[in-house]
């Protein structure tokens, strides 16, 4: 499964960025999708999770209530709209995808897209 992101970039403190996820392949709908973010020096954080087939979520307790995970079956894309950004937002963040129970470890997911930087500036 290949996972091709985009969006993302500089956004000030309070503003908003979308990031974008296309996985590759026939069986997607099989799969949870997962937003992953990291901080240099630090290990990976989950941050969001939808489950394709019926749309189950599960976010991070930091992004509650700001960010928004969500997918579009025509597009065969999955979306994290990121609101009220904060400085610790600040990360490279990761598509990733695994088959089976949405899970928060991100020791579960097997696919992983290239990562994109969201910078917040204060």
């Known amino acids: 499964v290949e996972l091709v992101e985009s969006g993302g970039g500089l956004v000030q403190a309070g503003g908003s960025l979308r990031r974008a996820c296309a996985p590759s392949?026939?069986?997607?709908?099989?799969?949870?999708m997962g937003w992953i973010r990291q901080v240099p020096g630090k290990e990976r954080e989950f941050v969001a999770a939808?489950?394709?087939?019926?749309?189950?979520?599960v976010y991070a307790d930091s992004v509650k209530g700001r960010f928004t995970i969500s997918r579009d079956n025509a597009k065969r894309t999955v979306y994290l709209q990121m609101n009220s950004l904060k400085p610790e937002d600040t990360a490279v963040y990761y598509c990733?995808?695994?088959?089976?129970?949405?899970?928060?470890?991100?020791?579960?997911?097997?696919?992983w897209g290239q990562g994109t930087q969201v910078t917040v500036s204060s």
């Open positions: 990733a995808a695994r088959s089976g129970a949405i899970v928060t470890s991100r020791l579960f997911y097997k696919y």
């Open positions: 939808i489950r394709w087939r019926d749309g189950s979520l």
């Open positions: 392949g026939d069986t997607f709908s099989n799969y949870v």
